[in-house]
Structures are given as C-alpha cells and as structure tokens.
C-alpha cells in the first residue's frame, strides 16, 4: 500500500470533487453556434480569438455567448439556434437564412473561439458593441463585458463606457482588426492584460 503524504497542499493532487466546475462541455454546443448571421452573407464579419486564465494560459472548456444588433442598430426578434421540431421535439437549428443576433461558442482545445455575425450599428448613445457572456470553469458567476469594433474612433472616443476607463484598459474592449473583416478579440480573466468586465446591478 502507497502512503499519501498530506501534510501539504502541494503534495496532494487534486481530485475532480477538488475541481471547481462547472464544466460546459456536455448539452450546451450546438452545431453552428458561431453562424450568428446566414452563411456567405455578403456583410459577415469574422470575430475570433483565444480566452486565458490569469496564468496566460488558454481555457479549453470555456463558452462565449454574444448577442448583438443588427447593422441598422436594432436587434433580431427572429428565432434563434434552438428551434425545435414541434412534432418530434428534435433540434433545428438555426434557419441558414435570418440574422439572429445571439451566438454560442465553445473553446477549443487550445482554448480559441470564432463566431461569424454582422457589424453592429449604433444603439442610444453607445457605440457599436457585442455584448459578450463568459462562462468558464473556475467561474461561480458568469462575467459579461463587450467587444468593440475599430473603424469609427469618434464614435468609441465617446462612448460613455469607453470614456471613462483608461487608456491601456479601454484597449482591452477593442477587437483588434486582422484584415478582410476579421477581428481579434483575446479575453483575459486575470494578471497582466486583464479584460474589463462589467457589473449589472
């Protein structure tokens, strides 16, 4: 029989009733999560990027919800990806055909995420945003912050949320711009970098 020394922390390995969950993995994706609008539409956009932890390193288990407007500022009343079969109650999925605004995306193994959706247009006095949920294991409560889109600086230089943080933390909102309307926008949960979240009270 091996002895186990616990008389430290370090020295005992962790056991999954140890691991904070949840875990994301099982019932959650669905197939075409990241197709937010219809596919080879002409005005898609491309968003992508990775989720870290406060070590720097990539979370394989992570799910990003975004939801956001349409170009013309308003958001999509239509149905979305969990439509359902009303004779076999089976899963739909989305139509292929309408914009809906609202994603959901699991990392990969390298803890990179990608979704395909439109630009948002502006909505009251903020500038075009997505609205981003994260979920992620270690995680108690979900954390909720935005993506912001380059290419409108007077419109991000005013915006009331923008504004208000400096300089080197208002960058982490901003999805860097990769060429052929692709954006990069890397979430981090802590350390150096750190993304800024949001609170709803």
């Not at 990003?64 to 500022?73: A, F, N, R, T």
């Not at 409560?141 to 943080?165: C, V």
Request: one cysteine or more.
């Amino acid at each position: 029989m091996t002895k186990i020394d616990t008389s430290s922390p370090e020295s005992v390995l962790p056991t999954p009733s140890h691991t904070v969950g949840p875990f994301y993995g099982y019932a959650l994706p669905f197939p075409g999560g990241g197709d937010i609008a219809p596919v080879g539409h002409p005005d898609t956009i491309t968003l992508q990027g990775y989720v870290y932890d406060g070590d720097g390193s990539p979370l394989p288990d992570a799910f990003v919800e975004l939801w956001g407007p349409g170009p013309d500022g308003r958001l999509s009343t239509v149905d979305g990806s969990l439509r359902r079969d009303p004779a076999t109650g089976g899963h739909l999925g989305r139509n292929g055909v309408e914009f809906t605004g609202w994603g959901r995306i699991q990392t990969d193994a390298n803890g990179h995420w990608y979704a395909r959706t439109l630009r948002p247009g502006p909505r009251g006095n903020s500038a075009p945003c997505l609205s981003v949920c994260l979920f992620a294991r270690g995680l108690l409560t979900h954390l909720f912050t935005r993506i912001y889109l380059p290419g409108d600086e007077p419109a991000l230089a005013a915006d009331p949320l923008l504004s208000g943080l400096p300089e080197e933390r208002r960058a982490t909102l901003v999805a860097a711009d990769q060429g052929r309307d692709t954006y990069r926008f890397d979430i981090r949960l802590q350390g150096e970098g750190e993304t800024v979240f949001l609170e709803f009270r």
